[in-house]
């Protein structure tokens, strides 16, 4: 009896040892099933370390042995079911970026490829045009839809999207884009108005001649930063934006094309906003030596900073030069009698049109016209120059509260020059010009005649046909005919201009034909800051 009883303890307490070993296991009905192992993350960007990495072994996860169910019959010692490991997270393996050349290697001209190099020494044609430019999708810091500063070729314009998405999710940064595509002409424009704008050498430090610059190449993009109002200025490398940029750029195949100290290789001053797509082993390669495309390929640029102070890249005497002058100046071209553009003698520059501003200096315009001062002219229809060679312009009347008269066209009224009896304009002690005066009303109010045109007053002459003055130095002008009963001024019944006595002296050029409505160019912009 106390035999069977040990028995039955033995049997109990095996049971319990089986309880006991199957703590924490799946139940039967999930016992077969293989537990899976933890998520693999996502591979991180690599860095320059990542690239000596190997493909790490991933361990298997163990999968458990089913316990047998305890019946009646006596059940042999079950063999105990390992704890399963945790399966490990395996390490991303990076990919490896393929070796390039070690520098200097053959220059590469192949506008083909992606790392072709474009500068003053080897320019593009006014006919290339990339042939496959798309619009990147990131934020640009302009609102033009159309505009082709938008476009990349759709390589350079695919990375800089990882590139936009990079910076976003990593650091929270938003990198605009400024100004990416540019054709030969466009290039032409902005390298001629910073000429005008800003001079020859400031131009050739920071842009690009046309056919010179990497723009046109559809694989470089100028970047800003909001806090600096979407500037390209040296501030740019000191944000956020910009010192992420410079670590990271090359991660998606862009360099810094014109990086700092090193503006007598590559012929243009540090420029932290322009990066340029040549393919990640290559940005990675000049990235980690500290190389610009011209030390890769063993070509400093010929052109010294020197030699380019006062040298300007493109024909300045051109009739294409001359009206992008006029177009930048916001003015028009003046024009001799036999159609040529008028070119100043002194400065190989044309003559252009003056614009008559207000007492502030603010260009006037009506209707989104700017208006012009037109110039005096001899009796041989020439223009009248001064002693340097300027074209002298006659008087655009405003009236005592500042106002520009306009006739009934629309355009200014002008007061007329003075001419002396021997042909040459009048003038005063001082030099200045001598102008007519405004006829007045009895109420002072100025006198216009029906076509809108400003009556002047008649200077007196003496038998000579010369100008009287008065003591103080004034000009003598008639008066008109008043009617006595009522003090108004006896007018002309066909012209209704004022009735003077007759032995007033006929002055040549008293009047001039109303100019023709004038129409300026659309407004010439270009991106604020430096230019390239």
């Keep these: 009896m106390i035999q069977k009883r040990n028995v039955i303890f033995m049997i109990l307490l095996l049971a319990a040892a089986c309880c006991l070993v199957g703590c924490g296991e799946p139940d039967t009905a999930k016992a077969n099933t293989p537990t899976t192992g933890p998520a693999i993350s996502s591979a991180a960007t690599p860095t320059p370390a990542d690239f000596l990495g190997t493909e790490p072994a991933i361990a298997a996860t163990a999968t458990p042995t089913a316990v047998p169910t305890a019946t009646g019959t006596p059940t042999p010692t079950p063999t ?24 200097p290697v053959a220059v590469n001209t192949d506008t083909t490829t992606i790392d072709f190099i474009i500068n003053r020494d080897y320019p593009l044609t006014d006919a290339y045009r990339p042939n496959d430019l798309v619009v990147p999708d990131i934020a640009f810091a302009f609102s033009d839809k159309t505009a082709d500063k938008r476009k990349l070729k759709k390589v350079a314009a695919d990375a800089l999207e990882d590139l936009y998405n990079a910076a976003l999710a990593e650091e929270g940064l938003t990198i605009y884009g400024v100004s990416g595509y540019r054709s030969y002409d466009r290039q032409y424009d902005i390298y001629g108005a910073n000429l005008i704008n800003k001079g020859i050498r400031h131009t050739n430090l920071y842009s690009a001649a046309p056919g010179n610059s990497e723009h046109q190449t559809g694989l470089a993009i100028d970047v800003s930063a909001k806090s600096i109002g979407f500037a390209l200025k040296n501030s740019f490398a000191s944000t956020p934006e910009g010192i992420w940029l410079t670590e990271n750029c090359w991660r998606f195949g862009f360099i810094l094309r014109y990086p700092k100290d090193k503006e007598h290789i590559t012929g243009y001053a540090y420029e932290p906003w322009h ?132 006739d009934y066209n629309g355009s200014p009224v ?63 002008f008639y008066e008109p005919y008043i009617n006595p009963m009522t003090g108004e001024f006896i007018t002309d019944s066909t012209t209704g201009l004022p009735l003077y006595p007759y032995q007033y002296y006929e002055v040549p050029h008293n009047t001039l034909p109303l100019p023709e409505e004038e129409v300026l160019p659309e407004d010439f912009w270009i991106e604020g800051g430096f230019f390239e």
């Design 414 to 476: 002008y007061l007329q020059p003075l001419w002396n009896a021997d042909g040459s304009l009048a003038k005063d002690i001082d030099g200045n010009i001598l102008y007519t005066e405004p006829e007045r009303d009895g109420f002072g109010l100025e006198l216009i005649t029906e076509t809108g045109s400003l009556t002047q007053k008649v200077p007196v002459r003496d038998e000579n046909g010369e100008l009287t003055f008065h003591e103080d130095g004034s000009v003598v």
């Design 80 to 103: 105990a079911t390992p704890t399963p490991t945790a399966t490990p997270t395996p390490t991303p393996t990076p990919t490896p970026i393929p070796t390039v050349p070690p520098a």
């Design 275 to 406: 990066i340029r797509y040549v393919g990640v082993p290559l940005a990675y390669y000049l990235y980690t030596n500290n190389l610009t495309l011209e030390e890769y390929y063993g070509s400093p640029s010929s052109h010294t900073l020197s030699e380019l102070e006062d040298r300007p890249l493109i024909d300045m005497q051109t009739e294409r030069f001359y009206l992008l002058y006029a177009k930048t100046l916001d003015s028009e071209l003046l024009y001799k009698e036999d159609g040529s553009i008028w070119v100043s003698d002194a400065t190989g520059l044309p003559h252009l049109k003056e614009l008559i501003r207000d007492a502030e200096g603010n260009i006037l315009r009506a209707n989104g016209n700017a208006f012009f001062i037109e110039p005096i002219y001899d009796a041989s229809g020439n223009y009248v120059l001064d002693e340097e060679g300027n074209i002298l312009y006659t008087k655009p009347y405003f009236d005592a509260e500042g106002n520009l008269w306009l």
